[in-house]
């Protein structure tokens, strides 16, 4: 029996050791105390993994969502955990870091998956070891390094439906043998949208229509030293990020009364949504980048010294017809209402980083120790400009007032005519160029030890210092809306009032009529000769400019303590305290009223713990994980309908556990089954201590209680792979089986309608997405042939929900929904030398 154990164990697989650097140190992922999930190049070709969206089908814990630009209004969650994007102000609660380098912005971070030597998914807070804003996890990916040995190659083709084309290259050369190499891989993906126009023949969204390339030097004239240097540049022209109005509004039939020749919206519901159907104009938002990073590493003796720097600067450009229907309303920037050289929206991010840190071990190897210091400097420069067409006015009293016998079919139009001697004023042409700023410098001092008691035993201490100081200011470079201005005169004069008009309608003309983004900042008080602007009138949400300053400093901190057997068994449990650093809402109207734009710093205190088990000779790994987050000061933002809201949520909460499992067995099958609870929510209480102006306020209290955004409670994923040799002459075959499932998840910021009841489809129903790939390679390893497909059973789902901008109010809510990619298929053709 012995002799028969002795031989199923030399036939067996060998343990695949998966080398991670989630520590900053070289280490197996089955021996460091963190629950972190590392994923191979391979893995991420199975299930078609192109970019960081499409992680959730490999680790159901990830999730990334975009409303209306992918440039600026991606957000990506961890264990439920995330921030709203779609604001420039907001920094992401999931950093990203590509070979130690920060990525200031998710959208940064949404290139192609090219040249991946590893993949790592941190789950909560990392910030003891990870420069900025890792207050959820992180997310680490490490490209390949220049082969300084030999010559190697590679090229990938692929085509698929929707007219999919991708093709990824690159070659690494030894310009002097084991000691100078060079790497340079780029990848060109162009896809048509899966989204097309009723309303508007020809316009599409969700295309692809991007590259990259990347190359690397890497110069090693010693054992003791390493230099490595990387530059990259890509762009991106593509048409994002149109949505499916999934519900229209009651008051449609208004639109008619209003003197309109239709309401703008030809599909909408179940069935535009299954049909991928829109109603909008073109959509556009393109991007350029490019980086340099320098990568010092010294073996001193003592200790190793690693010194990283970097410069990067990303420019985005949108033109959204973000009133996502086929009237001619408003757009942003270049869009369709505007004029002849109207200002684009869009400007540039340039963000330097410097990290040094030292690390080495003392007393015998009891003590593991790593010291550090990191600096950034982020400068955002960006011109938000919007104009208002010339169905803007009818539209907006169709889908707010609908029809007001007293007041004819056009109220928005005829009530600007109380401020301005009884001739009407009109809204088209309106329009404002607004210029957000923000200078941002972060410093940090940072310690990160492992102490070994024993050769099971240890302890591992960590804190770190962060000092943040941000200069936030918006001034308005030109703009011009009369049709506010006569709504204002009439409200400050008493105009209304002493007309009978009712409030309520008084403040949604001023709502619909001085839409932020198209209103001058200097519009003035009647009577006072221009001297006095009228957002200094208390009641009037008018866009008013701004130049502060934000500061603050914290420390974050770990402990940590850890059983190892040295035989498959791990067992951990610890505490860390995260932080995510605070800022300017980059918004028109966030001084309004003398609101402060800055928001807080969102804090956690997280704790964890977990064991890490393999058996059969590490053919089988199990790891369970059971967290808790305790978030104080959570930042979220919203958009009203008119405006970007961003505040401070006193507490929010994630609790729950994360299960992995592996399986290697005998002809080349494995099986894996990943499964989270996380249970995200705000407590009743959430809206405790926190002080706002009222609407932020109602706001804030409809959370409490409510699940987070996007913050499924059950997720899993299960796959079986075959890949081994088929035939004596040495072909192989992969086959590849994945589904992934998601509970129901809210899609909105808000689950309550300021009516106090529930928002219409607020949910996303759960569901299960299948991916599959089949593959055969040539005996010499050099040629791959694959046919894949993602979402085969073609579940069309919701990201992100919100109101359709000044398209009815509460209880009567037009609603839009950013839909995630349909069933795609297609065949790849891989080679290698």
């Known amino acids: 029996m012995a002799y028969a154990q002795d031989a199923q164990d030399r036939d067996a697989p060998e343990r695949e050791v998966i080398i991670v650097t989630a520590t900053l140190r070289a280490a197996d992922v089955q021996d460091i105390p963190i629950a972190v999930t590392a994923v191979s190049p391979e893995q991420l070709d199975r299930q078609n993994v192109q970019d960081i969206k499409s992680l959730t089908s490999i680790s159901p814990s990830f999730n990334v969502q975009s409303s209306q630009t992918e440039s600026q209004g991606t957000s990506i969650r961890i264990r439920g955990v995330g921030t709203t994007g779609n604001n420039t102000g907001l920094e992401s609660s999931v950093g990203v870091f590509i070979d130690g380098v920060y990525q200031s912005r998710p959208g940064i971070a949404l290139g192609d998956l090219l040249d991946l030597e590893r993949l790592e998914i941190l789950r909560g807070p990392q910030g003891t070891l990870f420069g900025r804003n890792t207050s959820a996890g992180a997310l680490n990916l490490t490209t390949k390094r220049p082969n300084l040995t030999r010559a190697e190659a590679f090229g990938n083709f692929t085509y698929g439906n929707y007219d999919f084309f991708n093709v990824q290259a690159g070659v690494s050369v030894p310009l002097i043998s084991d000691q100078l190499g060079m790497r340079i891989s780029g990848a060109y993906r162009k896809r048509d949208g899966f989204l097309n126009s009723v309303g508007v023949p020809g316009a599409e969204s969700s295309n692809r229509d991007r590259y990259v390339i990347r190359g690397q030097l890497l110069w090693e004239p010693s054992p003791d030293i390493s230099i490595r240097l990387i530059g990259d540049y890509a762009k991106a022209n593509e048409n994002c990020c149109d949505a499916v109005i999934v519900r229209e509004t009651e008051l449609q039939p208004f639109f008619a009364l209003n003197g309109l020749p239709n309401d703008g919206v030809v599909v909408s519901g179940p069935q535009a949504l299954k049909d991928l159907q829109t109603n909008s104009q073109q959509f556009l938002n393109n991007t350029e980048q490019y980086g340099f990073s320098g990568e010092l590493k010294w073996d001193l003796g003592p200790a190793q010294m690693t010194y990283i720097g970097s410069f990067r600067r990303f420019e985005a450009e949108s033109a959204q017809e973000s009133d996502f229907v086929s009237l001619n309303l408003f757009s942003t920037g270049r869009g369709s209402t505007a004029a002849p050289g109207f200002p684009k929206t869009g400007g540039p991010i340039e963000t330097m980083t410097h990290e040094l840190r030292f690390q080495g071990s003392a007393f015998n190897d009891a003590l593991d120790f790593l010291i550090g210091a990191y600096y950034s400097d982020e400068q955002i420069d960006e011109v938000q400009s919007m104009t208002l067409g010339t169905d803007y006015q009818r539209a907006v009293s169709a889908g707010n007032f609908g029809f007001i016998p007293t007041l004819g079919p056009n109220p928005a139009f005829l009530l600007t005519s109380f401020g301005n001697g009884g001739i009407p004023v009109d809204a088209a042409g309106n329009f404002a160029v607004n210029r957000f700023r923000q200078d941002a410098q972060s410093f940090s001092i940072f310690t990160h030890n492992v102490i070994n008691f024993t050769d099971n035993l240890s302890l591992t201490l960590g804190a770190r210092y962060v000092d943040e100081k941000k200069r936030g200011s918006f001034e308005q470079l030109s703009a011009n809306s009369p049709a506010c201005q006569a709504i204002t ?113 969102e804090k956690v205190n997280a704790y964890e713990a977990g064991i890490k088990t393999e058996f059969a000779n590490g053919r089988i790994r199990a790891n369970l994980a059971l967290f808790h987050m305790d978030m104080s000061d959570f930042q979220v933002l919203e958009f009203t309908g008119v405006q970007f809201q961003t505040f401070n949520v006193a507490s929010a909460k994630s609790t729950g556990a994360e299960l992995e499992l592996f399986g290697q067995f005998d002809s080349g099958i494995s099986v894996n089954v990943a499964v989270t609870y996380a249970d995200a929510r705000y407590p009743g209480n959430c809206a405790d201590g926190v002080v706002g102006d009222p609407q932020t306020l109602q706001t804030i209290r409809s959370l409490c209680g409510a699940d987070l955004t996007n913050a499924p409670k059950f997720t899993g994923v299960a796959g079986i792979t075959y890949d081994n040799q088929i035939t004596d002459s040495g072909w192989k075959m992969l086959a590849n089986f994945n589904i992934n499932y998601s509970d129901d998840r809210r899609t909105s910021t808000s689950p309550l309608d300021t009516n106090g009841l529930p928002i219409p489809l607020d949910i996303q129903e759960s569901y299960f997405k299948m991916n599959a790939r089949l593959g055969f390679t040539t005996p010499d390893d050099r040629y791959s042939f694959e046919l894949w497909g993602t979402n085969l059973n073609n579940e069309i789902t919701r990201g992100i929900t919100a109101n359709t901008p000044l398209r009815g109010g509460a209880g009567a809510r037009s609603r839009i929904g950013f839909v995630e990619e349909p069933r795609m298929y297609g065949i790849t053709v891989r080679a290698k030398y």
């Open 489 to 601: 005169n009439a409200l400050i004069s008493g105009a209304f009032t002493n007309a009978g008009i009712p409030a309520a309608l008084q403040q949604g003309a001023l709502g619909v009529t001085c839409f932020p983004f198209a209103t001058s900042v200097g519009l003035t008080v009647p009577g006072t000769g221009g001297t006095v602007l009228a957002s200094s009138i208390p009641g009037l949400p008018l866009p008013r400019e701004f130049d502060e300053v934000f500061k603050d400093d914290e420390l974050t901190y770990t402990a940590q303590v850890a059983y190892n057997s040295n035989n498959g068994f791990l067992a951990y449990a610890g505490f860390s305290r995260g932080f995510k650093s605070g800022g300017f809402n980059l918004d028109p109207a966030a001084a309004a009223n003398g609101n402060d734009p800055r928001f807080n710093s």
